[in-house]
């Protein structure tokens, strides 16, 4: 059996692309900036780290990681090395618009249709929100039990790396996947003000949302990340308080089993925040 690449092996999603693939015997080549002992060494930015990681691999999980343009790239070198392509993309795509209104999705789309142009099998996971994106608030949650910010009845159906992971890992070693969209989703939408408090539940410290101005609420995301992102995030939750993200069926379709509530996620994350 030929190695999977994995792209991005050692982050929240490839770790585990990486574990459920052996899980089931399956040879994995784990590919990242700072590999883990087994894994090897690649910058998808630069292709020509990417191509020696290439030998023997018909099959590869791909994220973007920095900018599209960055990837471009090393998905023409896929196209002439592999076969098959699953790429984590964005469930910010809107398929029904001709340019992509939404920075994010525009990244991504960017991404889907070069790999659509290289001719080979591919993929396309689109995710809505990461149940992994609330580890950032993990530092408040530890100092005094309270995260700040703005729209905390923006609700949201939360997905588990697990459950993205089996999707991922079904499209990577089976039949029937090619030309796929999957968009996925948790289990049901929750606010962000009931995040936090499954969290403190879980990890066995009360935890509550602090709602402060947006003006606030932005100058502190901002310290973590460009304001195009900020602005991105805060606009679509500002969407999701008077509109709930909407849930699918896809993990239980793809795999065969439910997914995993946010509980779930919260309680496999609970040292996390202790």
Not at 198 to 221: S, T
Request: proline content about 6%.
């Amino acid at each position: 059996m030929k190695p999977i690449l994995v792209a991005g092996a050692t982050g929240n999603v490839g770790a585990q692309v990486a574990t459920q693939l052996r899980a089931r015997n399956v040879p994995v080549r784990a590919l990242s900036r700072n590999p883990p002992p087994d894994g090897v060494r690649g910058d998808l930015a630069k292709p020509g780290t990417i191509a020696p990681a290439l030998d023997g691999v018909d099959t590869v999980f791909l994220m973007l990681a920095g900018s599209a343009e960055a990837l471009l790239p090393t998905v023409s070198l896929l196209g002439e090395r592999v076969k098959r392509v699953v790429f984590l993309s964005s469930g910010a795509v809107d398929d029904s618009l001709a340019e992509q209104d939404n920075l994010i999705g525009a990244w991504h789309r960017t991404v889907e249709e070069a790999i659509e142009a290289a001719g080979i099998d591919w993929t396309f996971l689109r995710p809505h929100g990461f149940a992994t994106n609330t580890l950032g608030w993990a530092p408040s949650i530890r100092a005094d039990g309270v995260v700040r910010g703005a729209y905390g009845e923006a609700s949201m159906p939360l997905i588990h790396e697990k459950d993205l992971a089996a999707v991922a890992v079904e499209a990577l070693t089976g039949g029937g996947h090619e030309g796929a969209k999957y968009v996925l989703t948790g289990t049901r939408p929750i606010t962000q003000a009931d995040q936090v408090r499954i969290i403190g539940e879980a990890a066995g410290r009360p935890a509550r949302w602090e709602e402060i101005p947006l003006a606030a609420a932005r100058e502190a995301m901002l310290a973590r990340m460009p304001d195009f992102i900020v602005d991105t995030m805060l606009t679509g939750f500002r969407g999701l308080v008077a509109k709930p993200g909407e849930v699918t069926s896809t993990v239980q379709d793809v795999t065969g089993r439910p997914g995993q509530d946010f509980e779930a996620w919260a309680a496999d994350h609970a040292a996390d925040f202790q």
